[in-house]
């Protein structure tokens, strides 16, 4: 099936600075989402792309999605102590019956 | 709005023993997922449903896995009997339409421990 290949698979950064994670794919994907799961929560829906080349922005947050349509990157800016958590890409493929394909996360620490 | 609900949050049980996980979608919420997250696979799909009818069940391991709809306000995900490579976190959730055009909301999961 569908894998989604998302890296770094952790991060460990000063608060205040920028950072950059993204996911990639072997075959094109007709939606991407990126998720954020806080411990002992589900992952909450971040940012939501539908279209290939689309950057949408949620507050520090942009994403966007590849011009390929087999990749997604995500930027937080001046990462602040709540960003902490496990942020996952989504990707959903109308040839897959719709599915949604997670990664594997990648889990940020930031240091105050 | 009280999201998906899930019970319970936690369940430790011993081998063999029958496992009941119990979730509430978001009222009008016509699609319904049952997902299991591990370190070592990460969060995947079992089943999921669309208006109380499963659409895809590919996903559910093995027969000892089963999952019921009977209503739109209530799923359950049953286990029997269980085994302890089944311990991970179980998360339902719920959208609107199908997936990824509009947002899954996930419940807080029940973390399963079975001994």
């Known amino acids: 099936g569908q894998q989604l290949n998302q890296s770094p698979q952790s991060m460990f950064i000063q608060e205040g600075e920028d950072v950059s994670m993204n996911c990639t794919s072997s075959s094109i994907f007709n939606t991407w989402l990126w998720y954020k799961q806080d411990p002992g929560e589900g992952p909450v829906l971040l940012i939501a792309l539908y279209k290939a080349g689309e950057l949408t922005s949620n507050g520090r947050l942009t994403a966007q999605f590849g011009i390929t349509r087999k990749d997604s990157f995500l930027n937080i800016s001046a990462s602040i102590p709540s960003d902490v958590g496990i942020y996952f890409c989504a990707g959903q493929s109308f040839n897959q019956g719709g599915k949604l394909i997670f990664g594997q996360g990648t889990e940020l620490s930031v240091k105050p | 709005d009280a999201g998906v609900i899930q019970s319970p949050r936690h369940e430790v049980t011993e081998m063999g023993q029958e496992v009941t996980l119990r979730c509430k979608p978001i009222?009008?919420?016509?699609?319904l997922f049952w997902y299991r997250q591990t370190m070592m696979r990460g969060l995947e799909l079992l089943i999921y449903?669309?208006?109380?009818?499963?659409?895809?069940d590919s996903g559910m391991p093995e027969d000892r896995f089963s999952a019921k709809m009977p209503n739109a306000s209530f799923s359950t995900l049953k286990i029997q009997p269980s085994e302890p490579r089944d311990s991970a976190v179980y998360f339902c959730?719920?959208?609107?339409?199908?997936?990824?055009?509009?947002?899954?909301?996930f419940g807080n999961g029940t973390r399963l421990t079975v001994t």
């Open positions: 959730a719920s959208s609107l339409v199908g997936q990824g055009r509009s947002p899954l909301h």
């Open positions: 009222s009008g919420h016509d699609y």
């Open positions: 449903f669309n208006n109380n009818v499963p659409i895809d």
